[in-house]
C-alpha cells in the first residue's frame, strides 16, 4: 500500500481558536476504500477535524490531502467526488422530500435515483412531506441521501446517527455498509462505541485535540487490554485480582480449591467501551 | 468507483431559477411585503392627493407612479436579496450549497432570475392600477418605453448585485433585518419617491444623488411624464447619460465586493 491509495492523508493538523489549540498535530492516513472512525467525547476536535478535510474550515498547520488534493483549493471536480453530511447543513424548508431530492440531483454528473435514495434512507412514506414538517431524525436521513446522492468517492459523515431511534441507526449501518461495497471510502466522526465498532475498520480516538491511538476496534488499547480480571467469591467476599498473566492465576486458584466448583469465577477481559473510558481517563 | 463529473453551472443555474420562483410562490409570506408595497403606497398616496398638482399641469400621483415604481424596483431586487440572502446563509442553505459544489454565478443565476419575474409582475400591477384607479398615463410611445425599459433593467440589476454585496456585509440574519429595509426608507424620502426632488433642501438631495434610487426615480420620470416637465427637475434636464454611468458604476461596485466577499459561510 503506497501513499497514493491514500484518500486521506494528514500530518501535523493544527487548529487554533482564540488562543485555544483545538486541534493539535493530527496524523491520519485513511486508505481508499476503508470505513474509519474519529471517536472523541464531546469537544475532542472531530468536527473541527472533519471540517477542514472538507474544505470548509482553514487549518493553522499541517499538511494535508484529500484525494489527492488540498481541500483548500478544491475546485468542482474534487468537489463532486466528496460527499457530506454534517450538522449545520440547511435544507430548502418549502419543498416536499421528494422535490428537494429531485432538485438536488440536478448538481449531480450521475445522481442516484430518487426512488432509490427514499427507500434507502427509509423515508418513501415521507416522499410528499414537506421538509419543514419532518422530524428530526428524519430531517438526518434526508441530510444522509443528499450526501451520498452524487455517488461520492470519499463520504465525510459528522455525528451522523445522532437523533436517530435504534431502529434507524440499523437501518443506516446497513445504508453504510451497501456503499462500503460499492468502494465508497467513508470517515465518520461518533461517539458511540459500538458504532465504530461495528462500522469501522480503523478507529483513531482523539481527545482534547490529539489523537490517542488509531487501530482496528478489536485492537484498541492493545496495552490496557493485556490487563484482565480473574473474579470468585471466597467466603462470602467477591475477590477481584487484575493480572497480565490470568492463566497462572487460573492454576494458582486449582492447586488451592482441587475439587468442588468456585463460585462466580470468571476471567474478564476489558470490553471496547472500558478500554475507550481509560485511554480518555489517561489522556486527561 | 470514480464520481461522475459534475454538470454544467448552467444546467444548475436553471435549476435554480426555476426553484426560486417555485419558492416565491410557495412562500409568498418572505416577499409579498417587498411585492405589494408600491401597489399598497399608490393606492393610499392616490387616494389621499388625488387633487394635488406639482408643476407644469403635472398631478401628484402622475409624480408619484414613476418614484413608487423605482421603490417598487428597489424592494423586490436590492431590499429582497439582501434579507433573504443572509438569511439562507444563517440557515446553512447556503453552506448545503458549498457542500455541493455549486457555482456561486449559478446560485446569483437563480437570484436574478427571481427578480426578473418578481419585478416584472409587480410593475406590470402597478402600472394596471395606476392607469385605470388613478388616471395616470403609461409611457406616451416607443421611445418612452424605450427608457422605461432600460431606467427598470439597469436599476434591477443594481439592485440585485448590490443585495447579494449588502448581505455579505451585515453579519447575520437580524443584522441584514435590522439595516436593510431602514436603508430602503430613508432613500425614498431623500430621493424625491415621496416629495418632489426639486423641492427637498440642498443637503437631503446631495445625499440622494449618491444612491441608485434618486437615479432609478429620476429615470423613471423621464418615461411617466411629458417632455415639458423636465424643466422642473434640478437639472432641468433628465440627464439620461449621467443616470447610466451612476447605475452601472454601483453595479461595478457591486460586483467587486461579491467577487472579493461573497461566502457561504458565516465564519471561516
Known amino acids: ?64 490531502a484529500v484525494l489527492g488534493a488540498d481541500p483548500a483549493a478544491g475546485d468542482r471536480q474534487w468537489r463532486a467526488r466528496v460527499g457530506v453530511v454534517a450538522q449545520g447543513l440547511g435544507a430548502v424548508l418549502e419543498l416536499s422530500v421528494h422535490e428537494m431530492l429531485q432538485h438536488f440531483a440536478t448538481y449531480h454528473g450521475a445522481p442516484r435515483e430518487t426512488g432509490e435514495l427514499l427507500t434507502a434512507v427509509g423515508l418513501t412514506d415521507a416522499a410528499g412531506t414537506r421538509v419543514r414538517n419532518l422530524s428530526g431524525g428524519q430531517r438526518r436521513r434526508l441530510d444522509v441521501a443528499l450526501g451520498v446522492q452524487g455517488r461520492p468517492e470519499l463520504l465525510f459523515l459528522d455525528e451522523p446517527t445522532t437523533g436517530l431511534d435504534p431502529a434507524a441507526r440499523r437501518q443506516f449501518w446497513t445504508l453504510l455498509e451497501s456503499l462500503r461495497a460499492e468502494g465508497t471510502t467513508i470517515l465518520l466522526t461518533t461517539h458511540y462505541l459500538d458504532e465504530a465498532a ?21 485492537q484498541l488499547g492493545a496495552a490496557l487490554r493485556l490487563t484482565a480480571v480473574v473474579r470468585w467469591t471466597e467466603d462470602g467476599a467477591v475477590h477481584e485480582v487484575p493480572t497480565a498473566t490470568p492463566f497462572a492465576t487460573v492454576r494458582e486458584l486449582c492447586t488451592r480449591f482441587p475439587t468442588g466448583e468456585l463460585p462466580d469465577f470468571a476471567v474478564v477481559r476489558p470490553s471496547l467501551e472500558d478500554v475507550y473510558l481509560a485511554m480518555l481517563e489517561d489522556a486527561s | 468507483m470514480i464520481t461522475a463529473p459534475p454538470p454544467s453551472a448552467t444546467r444548475i443555474g436553471l435549476a435554480r431559477a426555476r426553484l426560486e420562483l417555485l419558492l416565491f410562490y410557495r412562500n409568498p409570506a418572505a416577499v409579498i411585503f417587498s411585492f405589494a ?3 399598497i403606497m399608490l393606492v393610499i398616496f392616490g387616494s389621499v392627493f388625488r387633487n394635488s398638482h406639482v408643476a407644469g399641469g403635472v398631478t401628484y400621483t402622475q409624480y408619484f407612479v414613476p418614484g413608487i415604481a423605482a421603490t417598487g424596483i428597489m424592494l423586490t431586487s436590492f431590499q429582497a436579496l439582501g434579507v433573504r440572502i443572509a438569511l439562507e446563509r444563517h440557515d446553512g442553505e447556503l ?24 419585478t416584472t409582475s409587480q410593475l406590470a400591477v402597478l402600472l394596471v392600477v395606476g392607469r385605470y384607479g388613478f388616471d395616470v398615463p403609461l409611457p406616451a410611445d416607443a421611445a418612452h418605453w424605450l427608457t422605461f425599459g432600460w431606467v427598470a433593467a439597469l ?42 426632488y426639486s423641492r427637498l433642501p440642498a443637503w437631503m ?34 440627464q439620461h447619460g449621467l443616470t447610466a454611468t451612476v447605475l452601472l458604476t454601483w453595479v461595478v461596485v457591486g460586483l467587486v465586493i461579491c467577487r472579493r466577499g461573497f461566502r457561504w459561510r458565516r465564519t471561516a
Not at chain 2, 458549498?98 to 419575474?117: D, E, H, N, R, W
Not at chain 2, 438631495?205 to 422642473?232: C, E, H, N, Y
Request: aromatic residues 8%.
Open chain 2, 37 to 39: 408595497y408600491p401597489i
Open chain 2, 155 to 196: 436599476g434591477a440589476l443594481a439592485g440585485t448585485v448590490l443585495g447579494i454585496a449588502v448581505s455579505l456585509v451585515s453579519k447575520d440574519a437580524r443584522t441584514a433585518d435590522a439595516v436593510v429595509p431602514p436603508i430602503a426608507i430613508v432613500l425614498q424620502f431623500f430621493s424625491g419617491v415621496f416629495f418632489v
Open chain 1, 198 to 218: 461495528h462500522l469501522a475498520d480503523r478507529v483513531a480516538v482523539i481527545a482534547a485535540g490529539r489523537l490517542l491511538e488509531t487501530a482496528p476496534p478489536d
Open chain 1, 1 to 64: 500500500m503506497t501513499a497514493m491509495d491514500d484518500a486521506v492523508r494528514v500530518r501535523g493538523l493544527r487548529k487554533v481558536y482564540a488562543g485555544r489549540t483545538v486541534v493539535d498535530g493530527i496524523d491520519l492516513d485513511i486508505r481508499a476504500g476503508e470505513c474509519f472512525a474519529l471517536l472523541g467525547p464531546n469537544g475532542a476536535g472531530k468536527t473541527t477535524t472533519i471540517e477542514i478535510l472538507e474544505g470548509f474550515r482553514r487549518r493553522d498547520g499541517g499538511d494535508i
Open chain 2, 95 to 118: 453552506a448545503r450549497l458549498q457542500a455541493l459544489g455549486t457555482p456561486p454565478l449559478a446560485y446569483f443565476f437563480g437570484k436574478a432570475a427571481q427578480v426578473l419575474v418578481t
Open chain 2, 205 to 238: 438631495r446631495d445625499i440622494a444623488a449618491v444612491f441608485p434610487l434618486k437615479w432609478l426615480t429620476q429615470g423613471m420620470r423621464s418615461a411617466f411624464l411629458p417632455d415639458g416637465a423636465r424643466q422642473a427637475e434640478v437639472s432641468g434636464s433628465w
